[in-house]
């Protein structure tokens, strides 16, 4: 992957299903906000591109596909989301924070699918300055989506997301710029966590 050669800076959160990384992205918008910043939230997978209308019917099991092919609409998407809204951003000097990005590629898609070929789709793609992982128990997670009372995605059930913890964690070490906080603590503590760190890097 190579580095971000733009103005504005790039953010990413990663995490479990249910590990709060929505929440956390609204609290930090609002405080980079107040300090002046220029800040645009996304999120992959998108609603935009035709990959990113593909995969939200296989994750609301509307559709079946294999899980490399699975994997491979993400990147698309992700290709989409980088040009038409990641990089236009960065270059006009913005902070652009996105919920989720190639890194749940490799932890979600290891389930299935080879590392090196997921690792291979999303080579030419760019680093992000700073990648936050929230980190929750799948236990935690689990009894969190129960309580919103949606239907499950494909990926929302115990085995799965223990599985998934395993390999973000083993995935994540082989990257810098990577923070990880403790997202069991409170809402207000897992934010102050957040912030502490930002002014290194915006
Ligand atoms: P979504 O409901 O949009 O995410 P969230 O629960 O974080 O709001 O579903 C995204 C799902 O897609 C999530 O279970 C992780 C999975 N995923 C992958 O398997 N590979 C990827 O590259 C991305 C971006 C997500």
Same mark, same amino acid.
């Given at each position: 992957?190579r580095?971000? =050669?733009?103005?504005?800076?790039f %953010?990413? @959160?990663?995490?479990l299903d249910?590990?709060?990384? +929505? ?5 930090? !918008?609002? @405080? ?5 910043f220029d ?5 992959? #997978?998108?609603?935009? *591109? ?27 998407d992700r290709k989409a ?13 913005k902070?652009? $924070? +996105? !919920?989720? /990005?190639?890194?749940?590629? @490799?932890?979600?898609? *290891?389930?299935?699918? =080879?590392l090196?070929?997921?690792l291979?789709?999303? !080579?030419?793609?760019?680093? #992000?300055?700073?990648?936050?992982f ?5 236990e935690?997670?689990? *009894?969190?989506?129960e &309580?919103?009372?949606k239907k499950k995605?494909? @990926?929302e059930?115990?085995? &799965? ?6 390999? /973000? &964690?083993?995935?994540?070490?082989k990257f810098?710029?990577v923070? %990880? %906080? !403790?997202?069991?603590? *409170?809402? &207000?503590e897992?934010?102050?966590?957040? $912030?502490?760190? %930002?002014?290194?890097?915006?």
């Amino acid at each position: 992957m190579r580095k971000n =050669p733009y103005k504005g800076k790039f %953010i990413v @959160f990663e995490g479990l299903d249910g590990s709060g990384k +929505s929440v956390q992205m609204e609290l930090l !918008d609002r @405080f980079l906000k107040k300090g002046g910043f220029d800040v645009v939230l996304t999120k992959e #997978p998108t609603m935009d *591109s035709r990959a990113g209308k593909t995969i939200r019917l296989v994750l609301e099991r509307k559709k079946k596909i294999s899980p490399k092919k699975l994997q491979a609409l993400y990147s698309q998407d992700r290709k989409a989301h980088l040009t038409g809204l990641i990089m236009p951003n960065l270059k006009k000097g913005k902070v652009v $924070i +996105s !919920d989720r /990005y190639c890194f749940s590629s @490799f932890a979600y898609g *290891s389930m299935g699918v =080879p590392l090196s070929y997921l690792l291979k789709i999303n !080579d030419k793609f760019l680093l #992000p300055d700073l990648v936050y992982f929230i980190n929750t128990n799948p236990e935690t997670c689990i *009894s969190r989506i129960e &309580k919103r009372g949606k239907k499950k995605t494909l @990926f929302e059930y115990k085995e &799965k997301l223990e599985n998934v913890y395993q390999n /973000y &964690k083993k995935i994540l070490k082989k990257f810098k710029n990577v923070i %990880i %906080i !403790d997202g069991e603590k *409170s809402i &207000k503590e897992t934010h102050r966590q957040i $912030i502490k760190k %930002i002014i290194n890097y915006v």
